[in-house]
Nanobody, 122 residues
Framework: VQLVESGGGSVQEGGSLTLSCATSGYDLTSHCIGWFRQAPGKEREGVAL????????YYADSVKGRFTISQDNARNTVYLQMNSLKLEDTAVYYC?????????????????WGQGTQVTVS
């Protein structure tokens, strides 16, 4: 099993980026996938979830209306479209998989993590 994030980079405030999480060894319809981020000196925080076999989405208040999570089951990839980026969105972004709680709307209990991709907003 493997999770590989990509798509990070530097962008000006107000700009957009799309992150990708390429997965292998997972059935995306059977797991909850989450995007998290960790800024320097801060704790890791949940950003977005896609769960219920890809039928439901949940967002942190800080990104609601600006970020969109989606998944492409055929490509085994989960995306995070980030629009209207703010300085405070600067962080390392991680995708993660939770085996249990397919319908659980929570950022807790994630099992496997990718290596992260840096997003810098200036």
């Amino acid at each position: 099993v493997q999770l590989v994030e990509s798509g990070g980079g530097s962008v000006q405030e107000g700009g957009s980026l799309t992150l990708s999480c390429a997965t292998s060894g997972y059935d995306l319809t059977s797991h909850c996938i989450g995007w998290f981020r960790q800024a320097p000196g801060k704790e890791r925080e949940g950003v977005a979830l896609i769960y219920g076999g890809g039928t439901r989405r949940y967002y942190a208040d800080s990104v609601k209306g600006r970020f969109t999570i989606s998944q492409d089951n055929a490509r085994n990839t989960v995306y995070l479209q980030m629009n209207s980026l703010k300085l405070e969105d600067t962080a390392v972004y991680y995708c993660a998989v939770r085996y249990r709680g397919l319908w659980w709307e929570s950022f807790a209990g994630f099992d496997d993590w990718g290596q992260g991709t840096q997003v810098t907003v200036s």
